[in-house]
């Protein structure tokens, strides 16, 4: 028998029958009033598991799993005990809260405080819950399943509570929290319980969650190592028991070496040249030395090349092309200074019938543009003609230009 857990078990009955008037009290009114009763009481309680306090600004509570004691003893069908299944306690919240606006529009006061108090008392129920499943899975987690001996019992119970897991993340997709603010409207008291409370505890979950997973999967990666190199043993053990006289061969004199011996480090190491070492400033200048010997004899070593014909006359042509180009920009710009006169780049194009493509055209004025310098730019005003491009965000298609002066 377990003295210790028998200890606290005595200790904490005895707490509720010492304190069952002020547990009532808590009951009965949904929170402590801790002015009427000791610092000394109050910490001991919540030591033992039966007040605590949902958030720093609230008041003391009665745990879920003592009202849910108390609920089914007194058989009380005012307080009904929340179904573990998440969208059960949702449906409850929603229902609850359309009894508290219901009855705040018929100014029925005293009856919205009790359905207030109810929906107060499963919100934080439920949050102590999601809470004490987290705490749960964390605790078995941490002592890496000590409460079994085998490592197959300790995969399996892996397996289990990443099963549990997958599970309350299913249901944790109940939470519609839209439809929540939605039900709760503009009330102060109801946001705060169906948003605020919720969205908090559910974010804390989901995090704590995300961990629970990973500390799983490393535990039975872990797990499944160990029985890995357990069966490898234990085979190694049967073996010698069916052959005693069994001796391992020398491995170094085959000529194909078992992948499994064959790990042996390479005999020279990568190094690298360290040109700090004054000891060796002669070798290094030695070495160099004959660099740049062995160029010069591989210099001398090359035949002489023989001379080339080079045709230029295709680069005199594009050099041709390419001045007429810059020219007749030059020539816009001088036409537009002259006449004053706002001008595109196309009407101008097809004024003087270049020959020209008019997109090459359209880039070389914009180009021209660029090529002047900051004073001379501020004597132009240059507009783009085009539209965005229809797939490619970011994209601007330029049609064409507009020249003027400013």
């Known amino acids: 028998m377990n003295q210790h857990l028998q200890h606290a078990g005595i200790k904490l009955l005895n707490a509720l029958s010492r304190h069952a008037e002020l547990i009532m009290q808590v009951y009965l009114s949904g929170s402590l009033d801790e002015s009427k009763h000791g610092p000394k009481i109050i910490e001991n309680l919540c030591q033992l598991g039966i007040l605590w306090r949902p958030e720093s600004d609230t008041q003391l509570r009665l745990k879920s799993a003592v009202r849910n004691l108390l609920e089914g003893s007194l058989h009380d069908e005012r307080n009904r005990q929340i179904d573990a299944n998440i969208g059960s306690a949702l449906a409850s919240l929603k229902t609850l809260a359309q009894h508290y606006k219901e009855a705040l529009h018929h100014s029925r006061y005293a009856e919205s405080e009790a359905h207030l108090s109810d ?24 002592n890496e399943f000590g409460y079994v001996s085998s490592i197959d019992a300790k995969i399996r119970e892996n397996e289990l509570a990443q099963s549990q897991v997958s599970e309350l993340l299913k249901q944790l997709e109940m939470f519609r929290f839209d439809e929540l603010s939605e ?17 908090h505890s559910f974010s804390k979950v989901i995090q704590e969650l995300s961990i629970v997973q990973a500390r799983l999967l490393e535990l039975i990666g872990r797990f499944r190592e160990f029985k890995g190199r357990t069966q490898l043993l234990k085979g190694f053990l049967l073996h010698m028991e069916h052959k005693p006289d069994f001796k391992p061969g020398n491995y170094t004199q085959l000529s194909q070496v078992p992948m499994l011996f064959n790990q042996a480090a390479a005999l020279i190491k990568p190094a690298a040249v360290d040109v700090h070492r004054l000891e060796h400033e002669q070798d290094l200048q030695h070495l160099v030395g004959m660099i740049k010997a062995f160029n010069r004899s591989n210099l001398r070593a090359q035949p002489e090349r023989a001379a080339q014909n080079i ?48 997109e090459v055209w359209i880039y070389q004025v914009v180009g021209g543009y660029q090529a002047l310098g900051m004073d001379e730019q501020n004597y132009f005003a240059l507009d783009t003609t085009g539209e965005p491009h229809p797939i490619y965000t970011g994209n601007y298609i330029i049609r064409d230009v507009e020249l003027g002066l400013r």
């Open 119 to 142: 929906l107060t008392e499963h919100v934080y129920a439920l949050t102590e819950s999601l809470s004490n499943n987290v705490r749960v899975l964390f605790s078995r987690i941490n």
């Open 183 to 199: 039900q709760a409207g503009s009330n102060r008291e109801l946001r705060h319980l169906m948003v605020v409370t919720l969205q």
């Open 311 to 358: 045709q230029v006359e295709q680069q005199s042509a594009a050099q041709f092309a390419e001045d007429k180009l810059r020219l007749a920009v030059e020539a816009y710009f001088c036409q537009v200074i002259d006449t004053g006169v706002r001008l595109t780049a196309l009407d101008y194009h097809q004024q003087h019938e270049l020959e020209f493509d008019p």
